[in-house]
């Protein structure tokens, strides 16, 4: 049976497992490129056929990075009330007409056309495929490489003062404690569990009280994230770390072929997938 | 025998199941617990303790086996948790945390208030709680809770729980963090608690001092198993056992055991200093 | 002790400020911590002891009086970072001082911040993991460790930056007794290989085998001295809510019973060998 507290467990986005594929050891500066390359074609694309083929393609990335299907296909589960609301506004507030197209339907701003039932099957499918993409990222990619990654990616803007390097601390750190957070919180729901409150349950209009039987939790989880600023910042700032100061960087990337190649795939895929029918 | 209070049989669990992350925690675990009785469950970090003991009031419910405390079975379909929760009151680790209420009063009075009781009960169940913690009703009810002490924190925690008048208390590194006196202080009241208010006491412990005040019987959790159960001093005889679960027992059991290897003929099980000293004496009163 | 001390601490003052109240922690401080010298600093919760802890690498500076190290002021920012090289400091959660997502990054943290050239980095890191034990740890995220296991990264992100004095700010506190064991081997290592250590704990035991021991109480020094000299003053320790080790209290115990038997043994050890004093000849007669 299920616990109703396992809070991470459907969360694949944002969890790093070390199958040590090849896709593992691409330098990650290129596969942040490549996600973006195709992260872009697909949202670029409005066709059917070239959704299909990047929803194929996405799927079989998984077995590529030694991950069962089944278990990436799952973390399309938490992102399902947002494909359904994002479906419903489409589906009656964004048809437009194109040429040719037919209109179903209208009646004040609410406008139902050919295009808008094609809009939100396609746009669904982007928003799983994205989800697929995403995880596949961050499955193969440990949020260390991510982060030195985007930080290598974006050290051009260091010329327009840009504070690069802070940013992407900032980005570790937050990063780092994401895990610790939530075990926390887990830990907090279950302590005023145990002395018997109940969460999330009551009627969803009463927002006020939903929100008062919040407080046991929310309360403390703000007086923790305080006490762990407070101890992190003076651990960083004992071992001699100066904000805006200059440091060196230990981790350095030094691109291969194989790089190259991954580049030139993820070109080629977005080309197919914008030039389909 | 006395008629177990609490038992638990073939109880296994697994994390994350059907995950690439899928994490086996408890294996086919049997214990027994009886009424008025103090358990201690020793092991290393990730031996599967924590999760034993979040299945004694419902939080986790078994996936295969069963629980059963005080006639109250958690393995069918729909257990009575809301029941279970409050004949068996769970303290976490550094419980001081769960603390949100401005006022002490306030806070220790969230459980009761939950469970539905009119005010006047929940009033007097808030006095009997901070009372039996040692923390004064009167003087305590209305001061912030901010301004507490670590030590005075935790006893303010514990009684937020006691407030439910458990049968079974459940504890999880009852003392971990606090200086000395604090220490020594919590654990008289959970003595008291055992033997003058008889509630049953199960409690989670890397410490060895705590075992060696508290427990009547202990158990040795490794990998999710059961892996040795005995008196203290079994436990503590045991220098093949305490070496293999690498425990560290108490200074005293220690020290008898250094002497122990050194060809002396001591009973390195003596855990309490009074003991200790004992089996010193009758070393060097037999050379004399 | 001709040679000029590592640290200085003199007639120290300092308040916490909040909501417009003045809470005076430290009054009047005075002492020195020598080249390779181990320092206990007990004393119980709220008497000072964290707050004295984080003036010696100036995470904190004084209201009156002055801290330096290795002849730097503390006040004097542009010392700072050398101050903080020289001085490392361990603190209580193992969970809130690591940095980085992946051991050897957070090992490095510190050598960043130093400008440290990315070719001399990668030896260092090797060298202070394989000083702590963690070498095989190295490409893992630290959420994965045990308490122990961090608390060791973390003291390996210090020495990778070569310090003179570790300070622990109650760095065992949080861990189960192994994790202790591991922690406490990783310092008396370092400390035989000439790093000055200053332990802030509760742990008497721990206490017991320092150096010096300085005994803190509403942030003045109420004791200072060897383990030996601290120990002895039972009754003044008590009146402090503090206690004295385990081995202190058996010995003592012996001795009643014993009146030959020395009564201020503090470490195992020293009871140990006591023993083996007292009964040699017998023990030998077993052998033999």
């Known amino acids: ?277 | 025998m006395r008629e177990p209070f609490l038992t638990i049989r073939n109880l296994s669990h697994t994390y994350m199941k059907g995950t690439p992350l899928e994490h086996v925690a408890l294996r086919e675990v049997s214990l027994e617990a009886g009424r008025g009785e103090c358990l201690a469950i020793i092991g290393h970090t990730g031996s599967g303790k924590s999760t034993l003991i979040q299945h004694l009031n419902g939080l986790l419910l078994p996936q295969s086996g069963e629980v059963t405390v005080d006639g109250l079975h958690l393995s069918g379909p729909k257990p009575d948790v809301k029941a279970l929760r409050r004949k068996v009151g769970l303290v976490f680790q550094n419980p001081e945390d769960q603390i949100f209420e401005k006022l002490v009063g306030d806070d220790v009075a969230y459980g009761p208030f939950k469970m539905g009781y009119p005010l006047q009960e929940v009033r007097e169940r808030v006095r009997w709680a901070m009372e039996l913690v040692g923390i004064s009703f009167d003087e305590y009810k209305d001061r912030p809770t901010f301004a507490l002490s670590g030590g005075q924190k935790r006893k303010v925690a514990l009684a937020g729980v006691l407030a439910l008048k458990p049968d079974l208390l459940v504890l999880d590194e009852p003392t971990a963090g606090l200086d000395p006196y604090s220490r020594n202080e919590l654990l008289n009241r959970i003595r008291e608690l055992n033997r003058k208010e008889k509630m049953t006491v199960l409690f989670v412990t890397h410490n060895m001092e705590e075992v060696a005040t508290l427990a009547d019987r202990v158990c040795v959790m490794a990998e999710g198993r059961v892996a040795a159960e005995g008196t203290p001093r079994e436990i503590f005889g045991d220098t093949r056992l305490l070496a293999e679960h690498q425990l560290g027992p108490p200074e005293a059991v220690e020290i008898l055991h250094a002497l122990h290897r050194r060809g002396h003929p001591v009973n390195p099980g003596a855990y309490l200093t009074e003991e200790a000293a004992g089996e010193i004496l009758s070393l060097i009163r037999e050379r004399e | 002790m001709s040679a000029s001390p590592l640290i200085e601490v003199k007639d120290l003052y300092f308040s916490y400020r909040t909501h417009g109240e003045t809470f005076p922690v430290l009054r009047g401080i005075t002492l020195r911590v020598n080249r390779g010298e181990h320092v206990a600093v007990i004393g119980h919760n709220g008497s000072g002891k964290s707050t004295l802890a984080k003036h010696l690498n100036g995470l904190l500076l004084p209201d009156e009086g002055a801290v330096w190290v290795q002849g730097l002021d503390t006040r004097e920012k542009k010392h700072l970072r050398e101050i903080r090289r020289r001085v490392g400091m361990v603190f209580q959660h193992p969970d809130n001082q690591l940095v980085a997502t992946i051991v050897e990054e957070d090992v490095a943290f510190g050598l960043e911040n130093l400008s440290v050239p990315p070719e001399e980095m990668a030896d260092r890191v090797t060298d202070a993991l394989r000083a702590v034990g963690m070498e095989d740890f190295r490409k893992r995220p630290p959420h994965h460790l045990s308490g122990g296991q961090k608390q060791r990264v973390a003291i390996g992100g210090i020495l990778a930056m070569r310090p003179d004095c570790l300070v622990l700010d109650e760095a065992t506190s949080m861990l189960d007794s192994f994790g202790r064991k591991e922690i406490l081997q990783v310092v008396r290592r370092l400390h035989g290989e000439g790093i000055a250590v200053v332990s802030v704990t509760h742990h008497m035991s721990e206490a017991a085998e320092a150096d010096r021991v300085i005994v803190l109480e509403k942030g003045r020094i109420a004791l200072e001295g060897t383990p030996r000299e601290v120990f002895r003053e039972r009754e003044q320790l008590s009146r402090l809510r503090l206690d004295v080790p385990e081995a202190g209290r058996i010995a003592s115990r012996v001795h009643a019973g014993h009146p030959g038997f020395p009564d201020d043994l503090y470490r195992r050890e020293e009871l140990v060998e006591a023993v083996e004093r007292f009964t040699c000849g017998k023990v030998e007669v077993n052998h033999g």
């Not at chain 1, 074609?41 to 409005?46: E, G, K, Q």
């Open chain 1, 1 to 277: 049976m299920a616990s109703a507290f396992e809070l991470t467990r459907n969360m694949t986005i944002g969890q790093y497992i070390p199958t040590d594929s090849a896709v593992h050891r691409f330098d990650p500066r290129f596969k942040l490129v490549a996600f973006g390359v195709l992260v872009l074609a697909i949202a670029f694309c409005n066709t059917y056929v070239g959704n299909l083929f990047a929803l194929a393609f996405c799927l079989a990335l998984f077995p590529l990075i030694r991950i069962p299907v089944g278990y990436g296909v799952s973390g399309i589960k938490p992102a399902v009330p947002f494909i359904i609301i994002i479906a419903l506004l489409q589906f009656f507030f964004s048809g437009s007409i194109a040429p040719g197209g037919t209109l179903h339907f209208e009646y004040g701003v609410i406008r139902i056309t050919g295009d808008s039932i094609r809009l939100v099957i396609v746009s669904a499918m982007r928003f799983v495929e994205v989800i697929f993409l995403s995880s596949v990222l961050t499955f193969s990619t440990s949020t260390t490489d991510l982060t030195r990654g985007m930080e290598c990616l974006l050290s051009p803007l260091e010329k327009v003062k840009f504070p690069v390097h802070a940013f992407a601390l900032v980005l570790t750190i937050a990063i780092r404690f994401v895990p610790t957070f939530a075990m926390e919180m887990e830990k907090l729901m279950k302590a005023q569990a145990s002395r018997g409150a109940e969460f999330g349950s009551g009627e969803w209009w009463r927002i006020i009280r939903r929100t008062k039987d919040m407080f046991p939790l929310i309360i403390p989880l703000f007086n923790l994230a305080l006490t762990r600023a407070e101890d992190l910042i003076l651990a960083m700032e004992s071992r001699g770390y100066v904000p805006g100061e200059e440091r060196s960087v230990y981790t350095r990337y030094r691109s291969k072929g194989a790089d190259w190649g991954l580049l030139g795939i993820s070109l080629a895929l977005a080309a197919v997938i914008l030039w389909l029918p």
